[in-house]
Nanobody, 114 residues
């Protein structure tokens, strides 16, 4: 069993920045993939980014150049640095990890508004 605890969400103005964190605990041996999805009200869950244990990253097209995903394997944490935020980035951001099965965090709210 893996537990995920997210933090860092909040309310920011357009153009602002947030750094999301996700800490994994429990049966966290040899976690391969850590990443983020997001979900806005009335919309499907949308892929954001992921990072594998070797450090290779991938981003959805709309996030490229604005978001940066990173991980700290010693601390079992994954981060999402979000820059130049836009109102359409408003969503619940969900952390996930793959450790012989898929685990989800509870989500953290990001609101971008003037």
């Amino acid at each position: 069993q893996v537990q995920l605890v997210e933090s860092g969400g909040g309310l920011v103005q357009p153009g602002g920045s947030l750094n999301l964190s996700c800490a994994a605990s429990g049966s966290i041996f040899d976690i391969n993939v850590m990443g983020w999805y997001r979900q806005a009200p009335g919309k499907e869950r949308e892929y954001v980014a992921h990072i594998i244990s070797g450090g290779r990253t991938n981003y959805a097209d709309s996030m490229k150049g604005r978001f940066t995903i990173s991980r700290d394997n010693a601390k079992n944490m994954v981060y999402l640095q979000m820059n130049n935020l836009k109102p359409e980035d408003t969503a619940v951001y969900l952390c996930y990890v793959v450790n012989n099965r898929l685990y989800w965090g509870q989500g953290t709210q990001v609101t971008v508004s003037s």
